[in-house]
């Protein structure tokens, strides 16, 4: 099968939802014709059906696509995972732990390939949306004990004057292969990407505060709110933004 029938094949199965057999045919790409010919084809392929394949990770086998997916392959495909919908956030952060630190790179590659691209920061803002307190800890301390820290956010001008100082941890210490590192990777490897990550994930949570202010009960209420959201954090698929016509 010639690299173009593959990728119609592999578009194909992934709009029918049949991840696992695009999955199997990238896979048995690799097989047949190595590598390389494989990298060919996650070129061309869109980063929504890139993204299809990759967030399905699962971290009890080794994916040879999660393997071998460039830096600027995977940042396309990850700046657009929000339109999944997936409120948890698990799909992002297993599917950026697995291939930022697999074995042969460099997780900087990756980070600062998705700062160069629009959506990048808040693509990052997602990953971290669950730690937020942590990460404001992280910033004014330079630990992530909470306890440390006095409640008060940084000012943008003292995230930026404190952007270059000396780590109070060392990466070994945090060296968890999940947020904890990423966290440290972007303070202290990429300041300028973290401060804008951090403004990203401040705008979220006042919009997450804001949206339950304006949920709480009235006194006609008595006390009892409906909000008919039965499908809170379950990942749902793909509501595109966009008029890019989807595949997902």
């Known amino acids: 099968m010639n690299h173009l029938a593959l990728i119609a094949k592999t578009q194909s199965l992934i709009a029918a939802g049949d991840i696992v057999g695009a999955e199997s045919a990238l896979v048995e790409l690799a097989d047949t014709q190595g590598d390389a010919a494989l990298m060919v084809v996650l070129e061309q392929l869109p980063p929504k059906d890139l993204l299809a394949v990759i967030r399905e990770y699962d971290n009890s086998k080794e994916s040879v696509i999660n393997l071998l997916v460039t830096p600027a392959q995977f940042a396309r495909a990850v700046v657009i995972e929000k339109q999944y919908k997936d409120l948890t956030r698990s799909y992002l952060r297993g599917m950026v732990n697995s291939v930022i630190f697999r074995e042969d790179a460099d997780p900087l590659e990756f980070l600062n390939a998705m700062g160069d691209l629009e959506g990048g920061s808040e693509a990052l803002a997602d990953y971290f949306e669950e730690k937020w ?100 954090g379950r990942a749902t698929p793909a509501v595109l933004e966009s008029d890019e016509e989807s595949a997902i």
Request: negative net charge; contains cysteine.
């Open 133 to 232: 307190s942590r990460i404001e800890a992280f910033a004014r301390t330079g630990t992530f004990d909470a306890v440390e820290d006095d409640g008060e956010m940084l000012t943008e001008s003292a995230l930026l004057a404190s952007a270059y100082i000396k780590p109070r941890v060392e990466q070994d210490e945090v060296a968890d292969r999940d947020w904890m590192q990423v966290a440290w990777l972007l303070r202290h490897e990429c300041p300028d990407l973290f401060i804008e990550m951090l403004l990203v994930l401040r705008a979220k949570a006042r919009a997450h505060e804001l949206g339950l202010n304006e949920e709480e009960p009235t006194p006609e209420d008595d006390g009892r709110i409906e909000t008919g959201d039965t499908d809170r």
